[in-house]
């Protein structure tokens, strides 16, 4: 494969161009398939989506280290856009750190984001969060770095400690964290628009913002958030909000009427899934050989 091919590099060519880099969350594979098919520069997969699609169950830990690795697999190896990878608190102490950055690395993740919550951790938008020394989790980049093998491989720093610590502290941190060798500086849940701007002013490397729905961040544009000074936006949940509503609609409307027939015009036609699913590329291999 050559340099050029490779996601880690891709994703590092994105952040060196102007302009910022769109990415949704994907719940699961048929997901990230459509965001890139829609002609998204990159998807990404967190542990809210992932808990909800896999078991049913919520953000709370349930999800251990090799089981998200292996969802970071399935998604990197089906598509060709660079996966973002929500690898949580790096899953323990600092050799968990490092088995974390290993496996996701392997799995085929362009970049991860790790995150300075107490364990057990839970949904940056949830209440109750608490966070670890910032010295701490600067002591985890650093061995996230040492057990980083592709050097383009993007590092990700979130801190939870706006709404337990502050936003002073928050922006502190996110600084301790780059200058301990993370890429991409990350605060998880501003409460205000007048936050996200002092954000972008006080933290001097490149900056993720996460647009959560019904979170407890603004929703702002793109553009909107690219001329205050992000660099990356992310709208991690929505796909797993609609696919539940969708799921939810459905089977509510086959129980009540014994057929789905009056959501047709909101489905796909099965030739257009069996074209997004590239079957006629795999059906006509033979020819090709």
Same mark, same amino acid.
């Given at each position: 494969?050559?340099?050029?091919?490779?996601?880690?590099?891709?994703?590092?060519?994105?952040?060196?161009?102007?302009?910022?880099?769109?990415?949704?969350?994907?719940?699961?594979?048929?997901?990230?398939? @459509?965001?890139?098919? %829609? #002609?998204?520069?990159?998807? &990404? /997969?967190?542990?809210?989506?992932?808990? +909800?699609?896999?078991?049913?169950?919520?953000?709370?830990?349930?999800?251990?280290?090799?089981?998200?690795?292996?969802?970071?697999?399935?998604?990197?190896?089906?598509?060709?856009?660079?996966?973002?990878?929500?690898?949580?608190?790096?899953?323990?102490?600092?050799?968990?750190?490092?088995?974390?950055?290993?496996?996701?690395?392997?799995?085929?993740?362009?970049?991860?984001?790790?995150?300075?919550?107490?364990?057990?951790?839970?949904?940056?938008?949830?209440?109750?969060?608490?966070?670890?020394?910032?010295?701490?989790?600067?002591?985890?980049?650093?061995?996230?770095?040492?057990?980083?093998?592709?050097?383009?491989?993007?590092?990700?720093?979130?801190?939870?400690?706006?709404?337990?610590?502050?936003?002073?502290?928050?922006?502190?941190?996110?600084? @301790?964290?780059?200058? %301990? #060798?993370?890429?991409?500086? &990350? /605060?998880?849940?501003?409460?205000?628009? +007048?936050?996200?701007?002092?954000?972008?002013?006080?933290?001097?490397?490149?900056?993720?913002?996460?647009?959560?729905?019904?979170?407890?961040?603004?929703?702002?544009?793109?553009?909107?958030?690219?001329?205050?000074?992000?660099?990356?936006?992310?709208?991690?949940?929505?796909?797993?909000?609609?696919?539940?509503?969708?799921?939810?609609?459905?089977?509510?409307?086959?129980?009540?009427?014994?057929?789905?027939?009056?959501?047709?015009?909101?489905?796909?036609?099965?030739?257009?899934?069996?074209?997004?699913?590239?079957?006629?590329?795999?059906?006509?291999?033979?020819?090709?050989?």
């Amino acid at each position: 494969m050559s340099t050029k091919s490779r996601p880690t590099q891709r994703l590092r060519d994105l952040m060196k161009k102007p302009g910022i880099i769109r990415s949704l969350g994907a719940h699961d594979v048929l997901t990230a398939v @459509a965001i890139e098919q %829609a #002609g998204f520069e990159t998807v &990404f /997969i967190g542990g809210f989506g992932t808990s +909800a699609s896999l078991y049913g169950l919520p953000d709370l830990n349930f999800l251990g280290m090799t089981e998200m690795a292996d969802a970071v697999r399935r998604m990197a190896h089906r598509v060709s856009i660079p996966v973002i990878a929500d690898g949580d608190t790096g899953h323990g102490d600092l050799h968990n750190v490092m088995r974390c950055v290993t496996e996701f690395e392997a799995a085929g993740a362009a970049g991860i984001i790790l995150e300075d919550q107490v364990f057990p951790k839970r949904c940056g938008h949830f209440e109750g969060k608490h966070v670890i020394p910032m010295e701490e989790m600067a002591g985890k980049w650093k061995a996230a770095v040492r057990a980083r093998s592709d050097k383009d491989f993007l590092f990700i720093a979130r801190t939870d400690a706006r709404e337990p610590c502050g936003l002073e502290d928050a922006i502190n941190r996110v600084n @301790a964290y780059c200058a %301990a #060798g993370a890429d991409v500086a &990350f /605060i998880e849940a501003p409460l205000a628009i +007048a936050e996200m701007e002092i954000i972008c002013k006080k933290v001097p490397y490149p900056k993720l913002v996460n647009m959560l729905a019904f979170g407890k961040t603004p929703i702002l544009t793109n553009a909107e958030l690219e001329e205050m000074g992000f660099k990356i936006a992310v709208a991690p949940i929505d796909s797993v909000l609609l696919a539940a509503r969708a799921m939810r609609e459905m089977a509510e409307t086959y129980m009540r009427e014994g057929k789905t027939t009056a959501l047709e015009d909101r489905m796909l036609r099965f030739d257009e899934i069996k074209e997004m699913l590239g079957v006629k590329d795999f059906l006509s291999l033979r020819d090709t050989l």
